[in-house]
């Protein structure tokens, strides 16, 4: 408890400090979590999440969401059903609501730290819509365009939705867990250039080069800490793409069309 109140008084000046800015712009609010993935992406009046980390970070992906004043979500969005970007939903929904839930894997998929089938049986209880997104789907959120790619085979990391958000000249890619062999397979066939990265799978393995150099981020956002992800800072070193690690504070990234700005805010 002691935590998610010093992490609510975090995003509660985050979020002060974006609220005086312009109503129009697009956000992405990444939650202080460890190896796990929860987002928040705003544009205007519209609000979706982005996968939902632990059931342990339940609490805090509730913080940020009621720092920010949101009480239904567009749409919930998992990018795939292992338990550090789904484990938390469960958890979350009875404090904010959400139109429906977005996959792109089936009912029945099993596998190691895989809980799509309990998560499914709450929804259905709860009486939430679920649809199934697939490679080339497009969505919006706002005046916000999400273009959703997927490699049809691999491992559940490999099928990670991946998710390109363009809004103005602006765009971020999200890139769930996808392996080195993934990011390959997707930037041979797709056009990944985007102004933000969120690096796959936490940053615990080197990016493959060619991949690297297809999104040519501008800057990168980590959800983890420094123990870890040595190589993959060194990659970002290299290419002098600055970078924030997700668990040394809340991470804002916002655009207002033209140009980005990223803060992080560290945790009391």
Known sequence: MRKTLCLLAVFT????????????????????????????????????????????????????LDSLQVTALDFVLNTHPHHDHLGGLTGV?????????????????????????????????????????????????????ITVLQCPLGTVNDRSLVLKVEYGACSLLLTGDISARAQRSLAQRAD????????????VDAMNSTFLTAV????????????????????????????????????CLSCDGQDWAMETLPVP
Request: aromatic share 4%; with cysteine; proline share 5%.
């Open 93 to 145: 929904l009875p404090k904010c609501g959400a139109a429906c839930f977005l996959t792109g894997f089936p009912e029945d998929i099993t596998g190691r730290g895989v809980v799509q089938k309990q998560t499914m049986e709450a929804l259905r209880d709860a009486g939430m819509p679920v649809h199934r997104v697939f490679d080339g789907d497009r969505l919006a959120l706002g005046d916000a365009l």
């Open 192 to 203: 990944l250039r985007a102004d933000v990265l969120k690096v796959p799978h936490h940053g």
């Open 13 to 64: 000046l985050l979020c002060a400090r974006a609220g005086a800015e312009e109503a129009g712009m697009l956000r992405l609010y990444v939650c202080p979590l460890r190896r796990a993935d929860a987002m928040v992406l705003v544009q205007g009046s519209h609000a979706a999440l982005i996968d939902a980390g632990e059931a342990r970070d339940a609490p805090i992906i509730a913080a940020l």
């Open 216 to 251: 040519s981020p501008a800057m990168a956002v980590i959800t983890n800490a420094r123990r870890g992800t040595a190589k993959v800072r060194l990659q970002l070193d290299r290419k002098e793409i600055p970078f924030a690690l997700a668990v040394e504070g809340a991470v």
